[in-house]
């Protein structure tokens, strides 16, 4: 947090951050008295220190996550001192994730499957970019209703969540239409707002997957029962960095990602072809932004790429590239697939006995991909 602190205070026009920090939501402010810092030399120095105590913990879980947590730290103060590390370095250790672009069947795959989902829905005219077009023009939400079915989706995301995962308790979220800005939506936590991309189309199913993933069981529940865990006794203070923009993001938009089915609520064809759309858009988006910033493909080529495989909005694709391009946000874009294959890979290999015990792992403690994947541990 003093990492944190220091590179929001900076004034010399070359921080990185645009205000958001490298942990942009912090609920230990009451828990944790920040190192305040003048100078990176300081940070370095603390950062070996703690370098050496990981090292002498035992084999595990923890011992993971700390590694990979102090390889994520490092990376990101050599990039706010000034270092320039390359976009392959930033993906692997920033952020965690598998280096280079996702596997081309695994796109090919899901595309398959929207097609064979699509022609059981009736949508069989056209090619598939043009059904998956009039699919989401069809099922779009009128704006006008908007808010009213974000309502009745949160109390539906709520009552599950409720039961599956954790009492949230009296916590709710407004709805909070925006524009311009490079992302779909945003868990506003602090200001307990969701908000949302307005030059964007919603479809029900859409909706439900970005309330899920923002709010109920997502990313404002993972903040609350973390908190929990803390006050409880039962997890340590580094669990309140699970929002970092580190090591931690991966795991955080995985149980986004996955929150549809962590409180099993697919429903209808609907929910089906909008998982599967999920699922293209994220291997795709990952694989646009390797072959932009890695490859050093023209913008337009993927734009291209954007429009026609992954069958985005223009918008969406738009702001993909706009946040590719960021010297620090760009290689959290792979984050969503790499954390929604952390995520997806544990939840479907356990026993259905050891639910509780990896919704416990997985939302009240810090974690990488690859300190969950260690789930159970002996």
Not at 364 to 374: I, N
Request: include cysteine; hydrophobic fraction near 40%; charge should be negative.
């Amino acid at each position: 947090m003093g990492i944190d602190r220091f590179e929001r205070s900076r004034n010399d026009g070359r921080s990185l951050l645009d205000g958001e920090g490298l942990v942009p939501i912090f609920m230990g402010d009451d828990l944790v008295t920040a190192r305040s810092y003048t100078g990176w030399d300081t940070v370095q120095a603390d950062l070996a220190s703690l370098e050496s105590d990981v090292a002498d913990l035992p084999k595990g879980e923890r011992k993971t996550f700390l590694e990979g947590m102090l390889t994520s730290l490092r990376l990101a103060v050599r990039l706010f001192s000034g270092g320039s590390p390359t976009f392959e370095e930033k993906v692997v250790d920033l952020v965690g994730a598998p280096r280079g672009k996702v596997d081309p069947s695994i796109i090919e795959t899901a595309r398959d499957n929207i097609d064979r989902l699509l022609r059981s829905a009736g949508f069989t005219d056209g090619s598939l970019q043009e059904r998956v077009a009039r699919w989401e023009s069809e099922r779009a939400i009128d704006p006008a209703k908007l808010e009213e079915v974000f309502t009745e989706l949160m109390a539906q995301a709520k009552a599950r969540t409720d039961e599956m995962i954790f009492d949230t308790g009296d916590y709710t979220m407004a709805l909070n239409p925006v524009s311009d800005v490079p992302y779909t939506a945003r868990c506003n936590f602090d200001d307990a707002k969701m908000d949302l991309n307005m030059d964007l189309s919603f479809t029900r199913a859409a909706l439900k997957h970005l309330v899920a993933h923002e709010v109920y069981p997502g990313h404002s529940t993972q903040l609350l029962y973390t908190r929990a865990e803390v006050d409880a006794g039962r997890a340590t203070l580094d669990a309140l960095l699970i929002t970092a923009n580190a090591i931690t993001g991966c795991v955080q938009e995985g149980i986004g990602d996955q929150g549809i089915q962590l409180i099993d609520w697919i429903e209808d064809d609907d929910d089906q072809i909008q998982l599967e759309l999920r699922r293209l858009r994220s291997a795709a988006q990952t694989t646009a932004t390797w072959v932009y910033m890695v490859e050093g493909k023209p913008a337009e080529e993927v734009m291209r790429y954007l429009r026609d495989v992954a069958m985005g909005q223009e918008a969406w694709a738009r702001g993909r590239l706009r946040m590719a391009a960021h010297p620090f946000r760009g290689p959290f874009i792979a984050s969503y697939w790499a954390g929604n294959e952390a995520v997806r890979t544990v939840r479907e290999r356990i026993r259905p006995e050891q639910k509780p015990e990896f919704l416990h792992a997985l939302y009240g403690r810090a974690q990488s991909p690859r300190s969950l994947d260690m789930f159970p541990a002996e």
